[in-house]
C-alpha cells in the first residue's frame, strides 16, 4: 500500500459538513504567551482551504503535556486567539475537549465557520488511543481531516483512531507535501540517490541506515555515530563517541553496502577536541589516527570535500543529523559544508526534521532546500520505512 495514494482534502466534497482537522498547534509558549506561532501559520492553508469550500470546520490539536487532566497552563485559548486574528474570523474555543461545550459549539456551527477544541491531552484517554474517546471525537464530526504530520507516528484517539468511525477522511495539505516529497524518494527517488545521516548514535539511526541502504545510491555517514563505523575498520578513535555493542552491526552494515554496490562514505579527516567543551584545544588528523585522549568532535576539512563531492550531481538528497557537535562554533564547520553542498546541488533535498532542520534554518540554507520535515520522530520512522499509524489511519484514494 502506497502512502501516496490517501485521499487529500481536495478529494472531499464538504461543503456544509462538520470537519474534524487535526492540526500541530503545539506552539512554542512562554508565561502563557506564543513566542512563536509558526505552526499556527502553517496549518492556515488547508484551514482556509475548508472554510472556502464551506466546510464547518472544527479545529484541534495538542499542547505540551498536560498528561490527561486539565491544566489551565495548557489551555488552547492563546491559540484560538491567534487563529482568529489569521482567519480574519472568530475561531470560539470549546472550554472541554468532547463533552458539552465541544458539543453544543460544534452543533451551532454554520457553514464557513471554525472552532476550536480544547487540549486533547486534556482527555486521559487520548495517549491510549482509546476507543470510547474515538468514537467521542468523530461524534462531532462528518469527516475528519489530519494535518498534524508530526504527530503522525503515535496511534492516539485524535491522530489515529477517530478516523475508523467518521464517514469519510483525508489528509491536509501540511502532511500532503511531508507524504509526496518523502514518499517519492523512498518509493521512486530521482537518482542518484544520495543519504546523509550524523547525529549521535547508530542506535537511533540504525532503522533508516538499514532502509535507506536498500534504496541510495551513496550513503554517507558523519557526526558521532561514524565512529562506531571507524572502529568497525579497526581504526584507533580515541576517545571518540562509541558504541561498542554496535560495532559488528557496523561491520555488517558495511558489508551490505558492498554486495548492493551502494557507495558508502565516512569520514577520512576530523576535528577533534581534548576535551567536550566548546573551547576545547582542537586540531584536524585522519580518521586512522586519533590519538588517546582526543575526541572527534566534527568532520576534517577532506571529509567536507569528500560529502560536498558526492552530493554534486544528485538527484535527490536526504540529510538527517548534523556532522559534528554543531551547537558549538569551533565544530559547526562540517555541518556548514554539508548543508552548503546540499543546498547548492540542484537535487531535491529533503531535510529531516530535528537537529538537522534546525542547523539548516540557523544556517540560512531553509529556502534552498525542497522540502524540510516539520516531524523529528515522525521523519525518521517515515525513513524507517515504518507505516506512520496518522497516515495508514486515513482513507485510500
Ligand atoms: P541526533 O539527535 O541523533 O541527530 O544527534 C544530534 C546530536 O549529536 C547533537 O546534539 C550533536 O552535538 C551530537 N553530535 C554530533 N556529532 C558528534 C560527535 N562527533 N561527538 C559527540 N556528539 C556529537
Redesign the pocket.
Known amino acids: 500500500m502506497s502512502v501516496l495514494n490517501k485521499k487529500t482534502v481536495e478529494d472531499l466534497d464538504v461543503k456544509g459538513k462538520r470537519v474534524l482537522v487535526r492540526c500541530d498547534f503545539n506552539v512554542k509558549m512562554e508565561n502563557g504567551v506564543i513566542t512563536s506561532d509558526k505552526r499556527v501559520v502553517a496549518s492556515l492553508p488547508t484551514i482556509k482551504y475548508l472554510l472556502s469550500q464551506g466546510a464547518r470546520v472544527i479545529l484541534c490539536s495538542h499542547l505540551g503535556r498536560p498528561k490527561g487532566k486539565v491544566d489551565p497552563e495548557f489551555s488552547m485559548a492563546p491559540v484560538a486567539e491567534c487563529l482568529s486574528k489569521y482567519l480574519g474570523q472568530e475561531v470560539k474555543l470549546a472550554s472541554d475537549v468532547v463533552g458539552e461545550s465541544a458539543q453544543a459549539l460544534a452543533s451551532s456551527l454554520k457553514d464557513g465557520e471554525a472552532m476550536l477544541l480544547e487540549n486533547v491531552r486534556f482527555e486521559p484517554g487520548e495517549t491510549k488511543n482509546d476507543e470510547e474517546l474515538s468514537k467521542k471525537f468523530a461524534a462531532l464530526a462528518d469527516v475528519y481531516v489530519n494535518d498534524a504530520f508530526g504527530s503522525a507516528h503515535r496511534a492516539h484517539s485524535s491522530t489515529a483512531g477517530v478516523a475508523a468511525f467518521v464517514k469519510e477522511s483525508a489528509i491536509g495539505y501540511l502532511m500532503q507535501k511531508e507524504v509526496e516529497v518523502m514518499g517519492k524518494a523512498l518509493e521512486n527517488p530521482v537518482r542518484p540517490f544520495v543519504a546523509i545521516l550524523?547525529?549521535?548514535?547508530v542506535s537511533?539511526?540504525i532503522g533508516v541506515i538499514e532502509n535507506l541502504l536498500e534504496k541510495c545510491d551513496t550513503l554517507i555517514i558523519?557526526?558521532?555515530?561514524?565512529?562506531t563505523f571507524m572502529k568497525a575498520l579497526g581504526h584507533q578513535i580515541g576517545d571518540?563517541?562509541l558504541e561498542a555493542d554496535k560495532v559488528d552491526l557496523a561491520k555488517e552494515t558495511m558489508a551490505k553496502a558492498e554486495e548492493k554496490g551502494v557507495k558508502f562514505l565516512i569520514p577520512v579527516d576530523n576535528k577533534v577536541g581534548k576535551e567536550?567543551k566548546p573551547d576545547t584545544e582542537a586540531m584536524i588528523v585522519n580518521s586512522d589516527e586519533i590519538p588517546d585522549g582526543w575526541?572527534?568532535?566534527?568532520i576534517g576539512p577532506e571529509t567536507q570535500k569528500l560529502f560536498a563531492d558526492a552530493v554534486k550531481g544528485a538527484g535527490t538528497v536526504i540529510w538527517?543529523?548534523?556532522?559534528?557537535?554543531?551547537?558549538?562554533e569551533n565544530?559547526a564547520a562540517g555541518t556548514i559544508a554539508v548543508a552548503k553542498a546540499v543546498a547548492d546541488s540542484g537535487a531535491i533535498s529533503i531535510i529531516g526534521g530535528?537537529?538537522?532542520a534546525a542547523a539548516v534554518k540557523k544556517l540560512g540554507f531553509a529556502d534552498k532546500m525542497t522540502h524540510i520535515s516539520t516531524g523529528g520522530g515522525a521523519s525518521l520512522e517515515f525513513l524507517e520505512g515504518k507505516e506512520l499509524p496518522g497516515i495508514a489511519a486515513i482513507d485510500d484514494k
Open positions: 550524523g547525529g549521535a548514535k537511533d539511526k558523519g557526526g558521532g555515530m561514524a565512529y571518540s563517541l567536550y575526541m572527534g568532535l566534527d538527517n543529523g548534523p556532522m559534528g557537535v554543531s551547537e558549538w565544530f530535528g537537529d538537522s
